[in-house]
């Protein structure tokens, strides 16, 4: 997929294009069409199978190994599938900024230093990694090079790549249907909360996002930034407890407590 078609100039809102409602993103070359497409797939399945040819970033999809698309939670139906016990609710979403390279190499998110990190924040929290869905605001490592035919090093994602990729991470968050997000990072808590934010600011509490309960934290990667004994750790930490806390007070949506695709 090349989506070239249209121009800038435009905005969609958090729902997709043309949705009514909440903070407005510029919308860029490229991005309603991979809103468009993200939108036709039925099932997590489709969002992988087409994510995989989803070329609207070329830069990002020239220096790719993998297109990571999150990891879904367990239960998580798909189209066709006989009927199973579905997702254990409630249902936690963790979204954080944009593979680097052992998620690049490996396909998965979370698996480098921050994501074991992260695993053992979310067992300390008395979390399940496996029940939980983990996603990214990035599909594609965004990386850059300090030197000609050097190494190449993580980078942020611009902005225009954030707003191609929105399609993909609003079809996930419409197929896993979470009862709360947890933000990690700026780039996430800036998506969500559709503003510029400090995290510090913001952290610790629960917010009211277009009917969606998310909490905003810090990247993994910023509590190994800072060490053991940073604010960024002890917040982290403090963080996914608030989320585990929630969680327990939440009562299911629905009595079968599963999603249907
Ligand atoms: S970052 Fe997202 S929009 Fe950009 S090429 Fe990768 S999957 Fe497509």
């Given at each position: ?46 969002v ?25 939670p ?47 924040l ?25 030197r ?19 399609g993909?991470?609003?079809r ?90």
């Amino acid at each position: 997929m090349r989506p070239e078609g249209r121009r800038a100039g435009g905005a969609i809102g958090p729902h997709g294009p043309g949705q009514p409602g909440g903070p407005r993103v510029r919308l860029v070359p490229g991005a309603l069409e991979v809103a468009e497409v993200a939108a036709r797939c039925r099932s997590w399945d489709e969002v992988v199978a087409e994510s995989r040819r989803c070329t609207a970033c070329p830069e990002l999809a020239a220096t790719r190994t993998t297109v990571v698309v999150g990891d879904p939670p367990a239960g998580l139906l798909v189209a066709g599938a006989p009927p199973g016990p579905g997702i254990r609710r409630p249902l936690l979403a963790l979204v954080g900024e944009a593979p680097g390279a052992e998620e690049d190499r490996s396909g998965r998110p979370f698996v480098g230093p921050a994501g074991r990190l992260l695993d053992e924040l979310l067992a300390e929290a008395g979390l399940a990694r496996a029940e939980v869905a983990v996603l990214n605001v990035l599909q594609c490592r965004p990386t850059v090079s300090a030197r000609p035919g050097g190494a190449l090093a993580n980078r942020a994602p611009a902005p225009d790549e954030v707003a191609r990729c929105r399609g993909w991470l609003l079809r996930k968050l419409d197929l896993v249907q979470p009862d709360l997000v947890c933000t990690l990072g700026l780039t996430a808590a800036t998506w969500f909360l559709g503003r510029r934010v400090t995290l510090a600011a913001e952290r610790g509490r629960v917010h009211q996002v277009d009917g969606r309960r998310v909490v905003v934290t810090y990247h993994p990667s910023a509590a190994i930034r800072f060490g053991p004994a940073g604010a960024p750790m002890a917040a982290l930490r403090s963080d996914l407890r608030l989320v585990a806390g929630v969680l327990a007070e939440s009562t299911p949506d629905s009595p079968s407590g599963t999603v249907q695709q």
